[in-house]
């Protein structure tokens, strides 16, 4: 069975533009997860889609949003960047609590 | 909310010894308790979780033990190896069907020598 895959792994972008990343679950899982990961603030809970309906949400502001498709591919997109959003963003399918993660997305902010 | 405290950040160890990792929650709701190893450029990959119900769980050279009481669980490594080396994460989750959220440790960077 495939793993859970992350599109693009790396991506550069400027101040005050926007950006959308990609997610493919496990087969069959319908729940997604999405994680930040900073040396600062460790991994920190964005959000979490289940069957296309975010069932809840982390502490991040509203430029940080998501969504899931009917096949549970899952993206987000983060509006107006700053500096401080660059991070490893880390995607999670799950099925019966277990969330295995993708490799990730390294987005950086210049 | 939920807070999770893991301790030590570093820890370094001989190859064939053992390493503890411990790690202490708030919630007392938490049901759920996975363990996650990280290696540099990858994914948190899950090595082994346990659930409330049950207060110590062995895969081979991998244990993990919890004490809902105190509200603490710890990870096992015996007879470490090299590549048992990576940031490992803890964390905690209401584990319920509504909600897959994780909350995570800070990690523990383990380093084992040869």
């Known amino acids: 069975k495939a793993g859970v895959t992350q599109t693009p792994r790396y991506l550069i972008k400027t101040r005050g533009q926007q950006v959308t990343l990609s997610c493919s679950p496990i087969?069959?899982?319908?729940?997604v997860s999405w994680y930040q990961q900073t040396p600062g603030q460790g991994l920190q809970f964005l959000f979490e889609?289940?069957?296309?309906?975010?069932?809840n949400k982390g502490n991040f502001p509203g430029r940080f949003s998501g969504r899931q498709f009917s096949n549970s591919r899952s993206e987000m997109n983060v509006s107006t960047l700053e500096l401080g959003d660059s991070a490893l963003y880390l995607c999670?399918?799950?099925?019966?609590?277990?969330?295995?993660f993708g490799p990730g997305t390294r987005l950086t902010v210049l | 909310g939920e807070n999770v405290e893991q301790h030590p950040s570093t820890l370094s160890v001989q190859e064939g010894d053992s390493a503890v990792i411990k790690c202490t929650y708030s919630d007392s709701a938490s049901n759920y308790f996975p363990w996650y190893k990280q290696e540099l450029g990858k994914g948190p990959q899950l090595i082994i979780d346990?659930?409330?119900?049950?207060g110590e769980k062995k895969d081979q050279r991998i244990a993990v033990t919890l004490n809902k009481t105190a509200k603490h669980f710890s990870l096992h490594i015996t007879e470490t190896q090299p590549e048992d080396s990576a940031v490992y994460f803890c964390a905690a989750s209401i584990g319920s069907s509504n909600t897959d959220k994780l909350i995570f440790g800070t990690g523990t960077r383990l380093q084992v020598f040869p």
């Open positions: 087969s069959g899982h319908r729940s």
């Open positions: 889609y289940f069957s296309e309906t975010q069932r």
């Open positions: 999670a399918s799950s099925a019966s609590n277990e969330q295995f």
């Open positions: 346990i659930r409330s119900n049950v």
